[in-house]
């Protein structure tokens, strides 16, 4: 899936998600918003201009959220997304109410709604993270403007093939038909476990 699908995904199936800023000690701040459109330049949602919320938004210009779906932990799809922020104002606010009508029960008159303004998440990054498939499926992706980094544990030229590290792997996801062996990173939990028991410290972790 390309950015715009996992963004839809998170606008439609999930929707309601934990954002996360920073206050002016530089401490993480979380609060929940509704993700109101999406495209394949980012994410749309609205906040008052009275809430500590916007102040962040407005002082960094950067945030994060997390949105989740599943019954319990092993039927949950999670998907991630890190980026700027930039105030569109309210010029969008019809179009969104149109498309979340229920905000017309929360703010119900035009003058109600002058407390609003929207913002874009944009140029970042982001995962989708899938636990209910065996092994896990996991996938990054970037948006905008933002340039792809690796992220993960990776096997270096120093690996003799030993396979020390093969019965720590929670998912069984190092492929040993090669050498150096290689970490397949769609399913990998990340956990480390490869590079604490490697003996020749073939095994890096990069971002």
């Excluded at 201009?49 to 102040?55: A, H, N, Q, R």
């Excluded at 039927?75 to 606010?93: D, F, M, P, T, Y």
């Excluded at 874009?120 to 905008?144: A, C, H, M, N």
Aim: overall charge neutral; charged content about 25%; hydrophobic content about 35%.
């Amino acid at each position: 899936m390309t950015a715009s699908k996992y963004f839809i995904y998170l606008q439609k199936e999930i929707h309601t998600v934990v954002a996360a800023t920073t206050d002016d000690e530089g401490l993480p701040v979380t609060c929940a918003i509704d993700v109101m459109d999406a495209d394949e330049d980012g994410l749309y949602f609205l906040t008052a201009k009275g809430k500590g919320f916007y102040d962040r938004l407005k002082k960094d210009g950067y945030m994060a959220l997390t949105g989740m779906k599943g019954e319990d932990t092993l039927s949950c799809v999670a998907v991630s997304a890190r980026g700027k922020v930039c105030e569109l104002g309210e010029a969008q606010i019809p179009r969104l109410f149109e498309k979340n009508s229920y905000m017309n029960e929360i703010y119900p008159t035009e003058n109600s709604r002058r407390a609003l303004t929207v913002f874009k998440l944009y140029d970042g990054s982001g995962e989708w993270f899938d636990l209910s498939k065996k092994p896990i499926e996991r996938v990054s992706f970037t948006f905008g403007k933002a340039k792809i980094c690796e992220e993960g544990y990776f096997i270096t030229k120093s690996c003799i093939g030993c396979r020390a590290c093969e019965s720590v792997c929670p998912q069984a996801c190092i492929d040993f038909t090669t050498t150096p062996a290689a970490i397949v990173q769609a399913h990998c939990l990340r956990c480390g476990n490869c590079k604490s028991v490697c003996p020749h410290n073939a095994v890096i972790r990069r971002g």
